[in-house]
């Protein structure tokens, strides 16, 4: 594979120490496998900076003044990343919000290149007004169109999915390879080292005034500070005047590369610094074989205390002073870390790891250039959506399109929890929120989106549109048109749920699915429906609703195997939302009926018929039978489900009833209405019972319920989101060739840079 990374700087002093040590690890270790890799960075015009099997173009900085890393530029890069463009498979940036790391990103996407960002820590939210202004015009825009946003944490993947929660993050290792440690006098005297950047964050005072403490409980040991100036020089400088008596010493910087050899001369290395995302020299320490002392304020820091390989500390001179005496004095305890550390080096924190990572984003990227690309436009980020988006993915590149915000989710009281948010969470496809006003009428959202033109939609080649009674769904779909993109319905409703079956609005509705160039639908009434309002038959792709129904099916079993039941009741559930159009009253009043004075009733869900529903209870002398639980995650059915027999479904009107489909996957018998859109998909299947909303109707299916014997082989096991998801790639991208070999290839290793400075 052809790859090329990119770095700020490389220079002398070693001032951009982590990122490029990352990156030249990086790009060492890709070469040892064979791959044609180039390293681009800025320059100081002084460091002589060679990696094995990798072809470095440097090219002489310019600093913005005043601007520090985040000014740094070198156009001479944009060049040469255009005149090789044609040899390169991916761009892997090392980023924060520098110029030129933008300016490499961006020049990346225009040329079409998968581009990937390890941010390392550094773009993180930033309320500042110059970072929320580049923010929005530049960092954004690169985060959502990124190949990968690499990042070391959870703590990092939550701040870029701050910044930016359209980005596709990805958790990768900072790797380094293990570093055989010098022979040492064991009679020479104890070195306590910093290396770092003298940065206020770093915190090289705290270090010096740990020295002072040791110095004066009489530790012999002498202490050393490495590291370019960026701030605290002056300060150091002055304690060193101010305290002759401490046996500490400033040595300057390290050229990059240089910092492992460095730590490895030395017995302890210390680290005081506080926002640590994932400090490369404290790799370098334990890579080295240095026992290391950090602060609790480090990204790591919990994973090192726990594999017993660094001793954390509050970051306060006297704690990590009691720190360091305790390493110095106990030679058994800091070889015993030492060991830890090079295991976790050897292991997690190996570079070998970290490439073996970062490798498969770089093939899934190059896979994803040869997929078509597809936008599904949609209200909410439904939990039971997801299996199906998940499947689609594996396709087809797939962004999905959100009309409502997780903010504005927790505004109403609508039977949805934290599992319908998509904020921090890893998909292997992308999301975006559109900004949308919205207009409430009862249940409905009506989204009013800005104008969309083209570009939004350049190079995609379907759009799926998750509805017609918005605003902002006809703004999609003109744009789509206006790109050329396909432009695929997906409808739900069948003629019982039909508001509007005359005037305006029937007719809008009738001209939006016929124009489109196919409309998908979950089932045979919604099918029905379409045909009825004259849709060519042509264009209709019939599917089947889907839930993630082999995982209910699993744990549901698990959970019985688990929990046997011992009662002997008919124990009937219900799931739904607590309003009128459910009709759980329906159901409640169902159990009254004779032959049922044995039944127990769970209500899963909330709404603003709770009150309502509660005293209905108590009117019927049904406390002890009925018992409303409130909401649950999704993922707690399978629970539900295996301590009970039956789910009722009463709704008066629904569109599908998916919760139909997960009871059914559960192994329960379901009394479904006559009304509700999966009726006639599930009709005549083991243990369903189709009757009208009504209480007798209800209670007389229930007589007939099978108690105890769950369902063992559903039908509707075979209705997956792989299958459902297949459906929409039909009429999404009919005639588009998944089969085409991906540009993931081998390519001859090339030669290091020239020495002008300037790229080739």
Same mark, same amino acid.
């Given at each position: 594979?052809?790859?090329?990374?990119?770095?700020?700087?490389?220079?002398?002093?070693?001032?951009?120490?982590?990122?490029?040590?990352?990156?030249?690890?990086?790009?060492?270790?890709?070469?040892?496998?064979?791959?044609?890799?180039?390293?681009?960075?800025?320059?100081?015009?002084?460091?002589?900076?060679?990696?094995?099997?990798?072809?470095?173009?440097?090219?002489?900085?310019?600093?913005?003044?005043?601007?520090?890393?985040?000014?740094?530029?070198?156009?001479?890069?944009?060049?040469?990343?255009?005149?090789?463009?044609?040899?390169?498979?991916?761009?892997?940036?090392?980023?924060?919000?520098?110029?030129?790391?933008? /300016?490499?990103?961006?020049?990346?996407?225009?040329?079409?290149?998968?581009?990937?960002?390890?941010?390392?820590?550094?773009?993180?939210?930033?309320?500042?007004?110059?970072?929320?202004?580049?923010?929005?015009?530049?960092?954004?825009?690169?985060?959502?169109?990124?190949?990968?946003?690499?990042?070391?944490?959870?703590? /990092?993947?939550?701040?870029?999915?701050?910044?930016? &929660?359209?980005? +596709?993050?990805?958790?990768?290792?900072?790797?380094?390879?293990?570093?055989?440690?010098?022979?040492?006098?064991?009679?020479?005297?104890?070195?306590?080292?910093?290396?770092?950047?003298?940065?206020?964050?770093?915190?090289?005072?705290?270090?010096?005034?740990? *020295?002072?403490?040791?110095?004066?409980?009489?530790?012999?040991?002498?202490?050393?500070?490495?590291?370019?100036?960026?701030?605290?020089?002056?300060?150091?400088?002055?304690?060193?005047?101010?305290?002759?008596?401490? &046996?500490?010493?400033?040595?300057?910087?390290?050229?990059?590369?240089?910092?492992?050899?460095?730590?490895?001369?030395?017995?302890?290395?210390?680290?005081?610094?506080?926002?640590?995302?994932?400090?490369?020299?404290?790799?370098?320490?334990?890579?080295?074989?240095?026992?290391?002392?950090?602060?609790?304020?480090?990204?790591?820091?919990?994973?090192?205390?726990?594999?017993?390989?660094?001793?954390?500390?509050?970051?306060?001179?006297?704690?990590?002073?009691?720190?360091?005496?305790?390493?110095?004095?106990?030679?058994?305890?800091?070889?015993?870390?030492?060991?830890?550390?090079?295991?976790?080096?050897?292991?997690?924190?190996?570079?070998?790891?970290?490439?073996?990572?970062?490798?498969?984003?770089?093939?899934?990227?190059?896979?994803?250039?040869?997929?078509?690309?597809? !936008?599904?436009?949609?209200?909410?980020?439904?939990?039971?959506?997801?299996?199906?988006? /998940?499947?689609?993915?594996?396709?087809?590149?797939?962004?999905?399109?959100?009309?409502?915000?997780?903010?504005?989710?927790?505004?109403?009281?609508?039977?949805?929890?934290?599992?319908?948010?998509?904020?921090?969470?890893?998909?292997?496809?992308?999301?975006?929120?559109?900004? %949308?006003?919205?207009?409430?009428?009862?249940?409905?959202?009506?989204?009013?989106?800005?104008?969309?033109?083209?570009?939004?939609?350049?190079?995609?080649?379907?759009?799926?549109?998750?509805?017609?009674?918005?605003?902002?769904?006809? %703004?999609?779909?003109?744009?789509?048109?206006? *790109?050329?993109?396909?432009?695929?319905?997906?409808?739900?409703?069948?003629?019982?749920?039909?508001?509007?079956?005359?005037?305006?609005?029937?007719?809008?509705?009738?001209?939006?699915?016929?124009?489109?160039?196919?409309?998908?639908?979950?089932?045979?009434?919604?099918?029905?429906?379409?045909?009825?309002?004259?849709?060519?038959?042509?264009?209709?792709?019939?599917?089947?609703?889907?839930?993630? !129904?082999?995982?209910?099916?699993?744990?549901?079993?698990? /959970?019985?195997?688990?929990?046997?039941?011992?009662?002997?009741?008919? +124990?009937?559930?219900?799931?739904?939302?607590?309003?009128?159009?459910?009709?759980?009253?329906?159901?409640?009043?169902?159990?009254?009926?004779?032959?049922?004075?044995?039944?127990?009733?769970?209500?899963?869900?909330?709404?603003?018929?709770?009150?309502?529903?509660?005293?209905?209870?108590?009117?019927?002398?049904?406390?002890?039978?009925?018992?409303?639980?409130?909401?649950?995650?999704?993922?707690?059915?399978?629970?539900?489900?295996?301590?009970?027999?039956?789910?009722?479904?009463?709704?008066?009107?629904?569109?599908?009833?998916?919760?139909?489909?997960?009871?059914?996957?559960?192994?329960?018998?379901?009394?479904?209405?006559?009304?509700?859109?999966?009726?006639?998909?599930?009709?005549?299947?083991?243990?369903?019972?189709?009757?009208?909303?009504?209480?007798?109707?209800?209670?007389?299916?229930?007589?007939?319920?099978?108690?105890?014997?769950?369902?063992?082989?559903?039908?509707?096991?075979?209705?997956? &989101?792989?299958?459902?998801?297949?459906?929409?790639?039909?009429?999404?991208?009919?005639?588009?060739?998944?089969?085409?070999?991906?540009?993931?290839?081998?390519?001859?290793?090339?030669?290091?840079?020239?020495?002008?400075?300037?790229?080739?």
């Amino acid at each position: 594979m052809r790859i090329v990374q990119t770095v700020t700087l490389a220079s002398e002093d070693g001032a951009f120490g982590g990122p490029l040590a990352v990156a030249i690890a990086q790009c060492r270790e890709l070469a040892r496998r064979g791959h044609d890799v180039t390293l681009l960075a800025a320059w100081d015009a002084k460091l002589e900076l060679t990696i094995p099997g990798v072809r470095v173009v440097l090219a002489r900085g310019r600093r913005i003044p005043g601007t520090g890393f985040s000014g740094v530029r070198a156009p001479s890069l944009l060049k040469w990343l255009d005149q090789n463009r044609h040899q390169i498979d991916v761009v892997h940036v090392h980023a924060g919000r520098h110029a030129l790391d933008l /300016e490499l990103a961006s020049r990346a996407r225009q040329l079409g290149l998968p581009y990937f960002l390890q941010t390392h820590g550094m773009i993180m939210p930033n309320r500042g007004p110059l970072a929320r202004v580049l923010d929005r015009t530049v960092t954004r825009p690169l985060l959502r169109s990124a190949a990968a946003v690499l990042v070391l944490t959870e703590a /990092e993947a939550s701040g870029i999915h701050h910044v930016e &929660p359209a980005a +596709r993050v990805r958790t990768v290792g900072n790797g380094l390879a293990l570093f055989e440690r010098p022979d040492r006098d064991d009679a020479a005297r104890p070195e306590v080292l910093f290396l770092a950047r003298l940065h206020p964050r770093k915190r090289v005072l705290a270090f010096a005034e740990m *020295a002072a403490v040791l110095a004066g409980q009489g530790v012999d040991a002498r202490f050393s500070v490495v590291g370019p100036d960026e701030g605290d020089l002056a300060e150091l400088e002055r304690f060193l005047q101010a305290n002759p008596h401490v &046996p500490l010493t400033y040595e300057g910087a390290v050229s990059p590369g240089d910092g492992a050899a460095r730590t490895a001369r030395a017995d302890v290395y210390v680290l005081p610094s506080h926002g640590e995302v994932f400090p490369v020299s404290v790799l370098e320490a334990l890579a080295a074989g240095t026992a290391v002392v950090l602060t609790n304020d480090c990204g790591i820091a919990e994973r090192l205390d726990a594999a017993e390989a660094a001793s954390v500390s509050d970051g306060s001179p006297a704690d990590l002073a009691a720190r360091v005496a305790h390493l110095l004095t106990n030679a058994a305890a800091r070889e015993q870390q030492v060991r830890n550390g090079r295991a976790l080096i050897a292991g997690e924190f190996g570079i070998r790891a970290a490439i073996d990572g970062i490798y498969d984003h770089y093939v899934a990227a190059l896979e994803r250039e040869n997929r078509p690309s597809i !936008v599904w436009v949609t209200n909410q980020a439904a939990p039971y959506r997801i299996p199906v988006w /998940e499947a689609l993915a594996e396709q087809v590149n797939l962004e999905i399109w959100l009309l409502e915000s997780d903010q504005k989710l927790h505004r109403d009281r609508n039977n949805r929890g934290a599992d319908w948010e998509v904020r921090g969470r890893e998909f292997n496809f992308s999301v975006r929120t559109l900004p %949308t006003y919205a207009i409430h009428r009862g249940e409905a959202r009506h989204y009013i989106a800005g104008w969309l033109g083209r570009k939004p939609l350049k190079d995609v080649d379907g759009v799926l549109i998750g509805g017609w009674d918005s605003p902002a769904y006809w %703004t999609v779909a003109r744009a789509a048109r206006k *790109a050329g993109a396909r432009r695929i319905g997906f409808y739900e409703s069948h003629l019982l749920t039909q508001r509007n079956t005359g005037g305006p609005l029937a007719a809008a509705r009738r001209w939006f699915f016929r124009s489109l160039d196919g409309v998908v639908v979950p089932g045979v009434a919604a099918q029905e429906a379409l045909l009825h309002e004259g849709v060519d038959p042509g264009k209709i792709h019939l599917g089947f609703n889907a839930v993630d !129904v082999q995982r209910i099916h699993a744990e549901t079993n698990l /959970e019985r195997a688990r929990h046997p039941r011992t009662d002997d009741n008919l +124990r009937l559930l219900v799931v739904s939302q607590l309003i009128e159009r459910k009709n759980i009253s329906e159901a409640i009043k169902a159990i009254r009926e004779p032959g049922l004075e044995n039944t127990m009733l769970t209500v899963v869900g909330t709404g603003p018929l709770e009150v309502e529903l509660t005293e209905l209870i108590d009117n019927l002398d049904l406390s002890d039978r009925v018992d409303l639980v409130g909401y649950l995650p999704g993922t707690m059915l399978p629970r539900v489900f295996a301590d009970h027999d039956a789910l009722v479904h009463p709704a008066l009107e629904e569109v599908w009833g998916l919760v139909v489909n997960e009871a059914l996957a559960g192994g329960l018998s379901v009394v479904v209405s006559d009304r509700a859109g999966v009726a006639s998909s599930v009709a005549g299947s083991t243990g369903v019972h189709q009757v009208e909303p009504t209480a007798p109707a209800i209670a007389e299916a229930l007589r007939s319920v099978a108690v105890k014997q769950p369902v063992a082989h559903p039908a509707i096991l075979e209705h997956t &989101p792989d299958a459902f998801a297949r459906i929409f790639l039909s009429a999404l991208a009919p005639s588009v060739d998944l089969s085409e070999p991906s540009r993931a290839g081998g390519g001859e290793v090339s030669s290091t840079h020239d020495g002008s400075g300037e790229p080739r």
